[in-house]
């Protein structure tokens, strides 16, 4: 399948990256081996894209299992929210895989992050506040803006 789509891709637009985004498995099982990414598979991506959620009291077990996709191409984490962990363990996480996390994508869902704190529903503020955090997080952190 992946070895098709890369192939109709490349058909029409030889400079375009190619990836899989892919729930990681080994964030739940410890063992599980990042399938997409197999020689046969992997040959044909330009980058590794996974998704991370990681849980509360769960930075060093997320780390863990963020590891296993770093692979020997760029690794983009490319959706993220601390939906199950607080803001800061969040910012830990990053901060501690992006010594070879090499970017980061969160949810962006078309609001501002004015829109957001002008909203009067609990779930608007909770993803303004993540937004404010993470573009302050990246404006005084160089090592996290791309």
């Known amino acids: 399948w992946v070895d098709k789509m890369c192939r109709g891709i490349r058909r029409y637009d030889s400079d375009a990256l190619i990836t899989v985004g892919v729930i990681p498995w080994a964030h739940v099982f410890a063992s599980a081996k990042p399938l997409f990414y197999r020689k046969k598979t992997f040959e044909h991506l330009d980058f590794v894209s996974v998704h991370f959620y990681p849980e509360k009291e769960g930075v060093e077990k997320a780390m ?83």
């Open 64 to 146: 863990k299992a963020l590891k296993v996709y770093e692979l020997g191409k760029p690794l983009v984490v490319e959706e993220c929210f601390p939906l199950k962990c607080s803001f800061e363990e969040m910012g830990q996480f990053m901060t501690e895989a992006d010594v070879f996390v090499d970017g980061w994508i969160s949810f962006y869902w078309g609001k501002t992050i004015s829109e957001y704190q002008k909203a009067d529903t609990i779930p608007d503020h909770i993803v303004g506040g993540w937004l404010e955090r993470l573009t302050a997080k990246w404006d005084k952190a160089g090592s996290l803006r791309r």
